[in-house]
């Protein structure tokens, strides 16, 4: 790190000071402080909410993901587009949780099922929760050990303190101190400046690459990566065992990618599907939009908006890729090795590898703001996460017991004393625990404590007025033990195997497994009990006699639509821009998901050469990065209108002092 790195280092903390002292002292309210007052726009809601989930610790899990299995691997990642544009068109979810006007999922659930399974699902959302967080410190600390070239230890007052632990403290204390500042208004408002910083590092990333390698000398590496003999040219992660023949250029050539080739993304798709929207890490960004249909349009934005980062993520990996396979950079990765050297668990060397090759790679003032990138990045996560589950302990495990509510005072000071312990919790856990899973598997199996189960629960109570009390019993119970069972057992044998072969039992197939099994129990529970009663859903969605008119930006009462507009579910919310806007999405991803089908059936009956592939690559890389840089520009606009917006409606917002959270009145 040069001085400049650490010059913009510095200016980044102290705008993050700035905002958490600004927004405490606009925040007025619990509906405030657990969802914005629910004022956010769409754009504000694309940029902040993409870096609530925008991870350090993803980002590195990613990056262990694609070392694996290149771009090749990022090309099946796009079978998932599909999935996500119909879920993102439909509302899927997120429309209906955002008309139940709940602050938090299990008070859904309270509104939809029971008090009793409402304290349940609260505790198993936020077990998952706190198992799912308590990572984050330990991957990031070491993430900005390596990446900044920090030593081991430092002296302090004349004592040797660890580097590693201080600066899990550092970030953890970060995290707590920007999520109990102002609440959501607060992580909203640091989260889009943050959102702005990751699309200008994103966009730098890539631009330095192409500058610094060339396209033809990336690409040329990645094709020749078939060719190589492993057994005499041993990878630098020592844990990645390579087979020769395998390619990381070209999606039809990686049948010995167990954990991470075409299955992976198979239930990868299966399991994005049941979070979405259900999965309560960013759970003030769920209930924070000014209305449904602004919840809906910020998540078909959102598909643009991850485009930005993860072509800068794979752009990342394939320079690595580049720098240490190419045969150009022997001083360079000479260097790489030396500090590997000193790394003695193997899954630790496995998620450090490309932060250190990265430190190596990027000149001063790019290492700074890519700094920056990725410690944003992780603190944008940290406070959303804590706020999400202390906010779920406190509203849905301690106030389901008591008979009145907080006064407004003893709920915020609650709140915040919730938050902090969860970091505290974080900070012990991560000076613990070994991970002894990659850290995307990880991710999975502790997300399933909660969704194996609350998914069926969720998804039948918003759309399927059959879904009953015992069903959700039944769902949530068998998925939650399924799931700590797995963790259990992986922790004891970590390579414990499928019968009769030699593929590894992951997280992820575990998840999977529990997901599938709490939802056939849910149906059929619920179909056994039901006795042929039904559920209000007008009442719990405030529909028709029930409607909430502010919820509403009614354009046109008279329903003209065409079969087309029906169809796409384009309602009498939408405006000409909304429309534009909507259509665009989906002839980008029909683009994208037409190009991926086409030439991977082409591939299933005709030999493609590498020469075949590169040309391919060059025009859909190209075509990415065009589409990503516009759309970066776009949002930042957009964001910045709705950021003011949001300032000036909280300035004249009228309090109400019930909407906290308790549920009243349910009958």
């Not at 598997?441 to 909660?450: D, L, P, R, S, V």
């Amino acid at each position: 790190m040069e001085t400049l790195d650490w010059i913009i280092l510095a200016a980044f903390v102290l705008l993050l000071v700035w905002i958490s002292i600004y927004t405490n002292r606009i925040t007025k309210s619990v509906s405030g402080f657990l969802s914005s007052e629910r004022l956010a726009g769409r754009y504000l809601l694309t940029i902040a909410q993409s870096m609530a989930f925008f991870s350090a610790i993803g980002v590195v899990g990613q990056w262990e993901n694609f070392y694996r299995n290149g771009i090749g691997g990022f090309w099946w990642s796009f079978i998932q587009m599909p999935v996500g544009i119909i879920i993102a068109l439909s509302g899927w979810i997120a429309y209906r949780y955002r008309a139940t006007r709940a602050l938090t999922m299990p008070q859904f659930l309270e509104m939809r099922y029971s008090r009793k399974f409402r304290v349940i699902a609260g505790m198993a959302a936020f077990v998952a929760g706190m198992l799912n967080c308590a990572v984050f410190p330990m991957v990031t600390a070491r993430f900005v050990m390596y990446f900044l070239g920090l030593p081991t230890s430092y002296s302090f007052l004349g004592a040797e303190l660890p580097t590693y632990h201080s600066l899990m403290l550092l970030l953890v204390g970060a995290g707590v101190t920007l999520a109990i500042a102002g609440g959501q208004i607060t992580i909203i408002v640091t989260d889009f400046f943050q959102g702005i910083i990751a699309s200008v590092a994103s966009a730098a990333v890539v631009i330095f690459a192409l500058y610094n390698f060339g396209w033809t000398e990336m690409i040329d590496t990645l094709a020749a990566s078939e060719f190589i003999n492993y057994s005499e040219n041993k990878d630098m992660v020592r844990i990645l065992e390579r087979k020769e023949g395998v390619s990381m250029m070209n999606p039809f050539q990686q049948s010995g990618l167990p954990d991470f080739g075409l299955p992976y993304w198979i239930m990868f798709i299966l399991l994005y599907l049941a979070r979405t929207h259900v999965w309560q890490g960013g759970a003030g960004y769920m209930t924070a939009a000014r209305t449904p249909h602004e919840a809906k349009m910020g998540n078909v934005l959102n598909n643009w908006r991850w485009l930005s980062l993860g072509l800068a993520m794979i752009t990342c990996v394939v320079a690595v890729y580049t720098l240490v396979w190419s045969g150009n950079y022997g001083e360079e990765t000479a260097q790489i090795q030396g500090v590997l050297d000193g790394i003695n668990e193997p899954y630790i060397e496995s998620q450090m590898f490309v932060p250190i090759a990265l430190s190596t790679l990027l000149p001063a003032g790019l290492l700074g703001l890519f700094a920056v990138y990725m410690i944003g990045a992780s603190v944008s996560t940290d406070d959303s996460a804590y706020h999400s589950w202390g906010s779920i302990f406190l509203q849905d495990i301690v106030m389901p017991f008591r008979k009145k509510p907080f006064t407004k005072e003893e709920h915020l000071k609650y709140l915040r004393w919730s938050i902090a312990g969860i970091g505290a919790f974080a900070f012990l856990f991560s000076s613990i625990w070994t991970l002894k899973e990659f850290i995307n598997m990880w991710f999975e199996i502790t997300m399933a404590i909660y969704l194996g189960g609350a998914f069926c629960a969720v998804a039948g109570g918003l759309y399927w007025k059959y879904g009953n009390t015992a069903g959700a019993w039944a769902g949530l119970c068998t998925g939650s033990v399924l799931a700590v069972t797995s963790i259990v057992i992986k922790q004891i044998y970590p390579d414990i195997k499928f019968p009769g072969t030699d593929v590894t039992i992951n997280g992820q197939h575990t998840a999977l497994f529990a997901l599938i099994v709490s939802c056939i129990l849910y149906v059929v529970v619920s179909l056994l009990t039901n006795k042929g009663k039904t559920f209000n859903l007008d009442k719990l969605l405030h529909r028709g006699e029930y409607a909430v008119k502010e919820d509403h930006e009614v354009k046109d009462k008279d329903d003209s639509r065409g079969w087309i507009a029906r169809k796409f579910g384009i309602t009498e919310e939408f405006s000409r821009g909304d429309k534009i806007t909507y259509f665009a999405v989906i002839g980008h991803t029909t683009i994208l998901v037409t190009w991926v089908v086409c030439f991977s059936i082409y591939n299933l009956s005709n030999e493609v050469s590498n020469d075949t592939w590169k040309t391919m690559w060059t025009y859909f890389f190209g075509y990415l990065l065009v589409i990503a840089l516009s759309t970066a520009v776009w949002f930042a606009i957009g964001g910045a209108r709705d950021l003011l917006r949001l300032l000036s409606d909280l300035k004249t917002k009228k309090v109400d002092e019930e909407d906290d959270g308790m549920v009243r009145n349910k009958d």
